[in-house]
């Protein structure tokens, strides 16, 4: 008798791919759309979950082709999703590696009251003078940094460093790769808004994360 056996695939591995083979246009509307989808019914059916946010992850090709932002718009309309609860997480070195053209996008991205956050921030070469113009609402701090915090000094310094900057720009900051409580700690007291990695949640199915939201809605109310 056959089993099924489900592969786990890290996006560092087809992401690559689909980018080489031009698959990843295609991707990318089938996640956001997917996302949206997902979001908007959890929205309907459940009215106290309509401060709810989505993070959706856009690749380096996806953000130098025009049709996307067309994309992203009517996927918007059509799944009757709020742009405002949609953050689009773009890698510092897709918007510093095209400067020129990274500023009108994320302007166009922005007109549609979409939420956009840098990705992996601190792995580039970010100009400030740059960095100021853009019409961002967060940084997100690479894990690289945030699993070193304890054993390397440095790391710590670029932690606290980007946690200041960001304020002093008015955007929030998301540090990437928590995984133990010991540095989920260590960003409440360096003032971090907020953090995601596995010391939160492993990766779950659409399925889970909802029953998890419902147990937690269910705790609340009995506490």
Not at 174 to 189: I, M, S
């Amino acid at each position: 008798m056959r089993k099924n056996v489900t592969i786990g695939l890290s996006p560092v591995e087809f992401i690559p791919l689909a980018e080489e083979t031009g698959l990843i246009d295609a991707l990318g509307q089938w996640v956001l759309r997917t996302a949206c989808q997902t979001m908007a019914e959890w929205h309907r059916q459940y009215s106290e979950f309509d401060q709810i946010s989505i993070a959706v992850n856009v690749s380096g090709r996806q953000f130098l082709t025009p049709a996307s932002l067309s994309t992203i718009g009517a996927i918007l309309e059509e799944t009757g999703t709020d742009p405002a609860r949609v953050r689009l997480e773009i890698t510092e070195n897709s918007i510093i590696d095209n400067a020129p053209h990274s500023l009108p996008v994320l302007e166009e991205l922005r007109s549609h009251n979409l939420r956009l956050h840098i990705d992996d921030f601190g792995t580039g070469y970010s100009s400030l003078s740059f960095m100021k113009k853009l019409p961002i609402d967060a940084l997100k701090i690479d894990r690289s940094f945030v699993e070193t915090m304890k054993t390397d000094p440095i790391s710590e310094s670029i932690v606290r460093a980007t946690i200041a900057l960001a304020h002093n720009l008015e955007f929030s900051v998301t540090a990437e790769g928590v995984e133990t409580a010991e540095q989920a700690q260590r960003l409440r007291q360096l003032n971090c808004d907020s953090a995601q990695g596995y010391y939160f949640a492993h990766p779950m199915t659409s399925e889970a994360t909802l029953e998890r939201l419902l147990h937690s809605r269910s705790e609340s109310a009995t506490a």
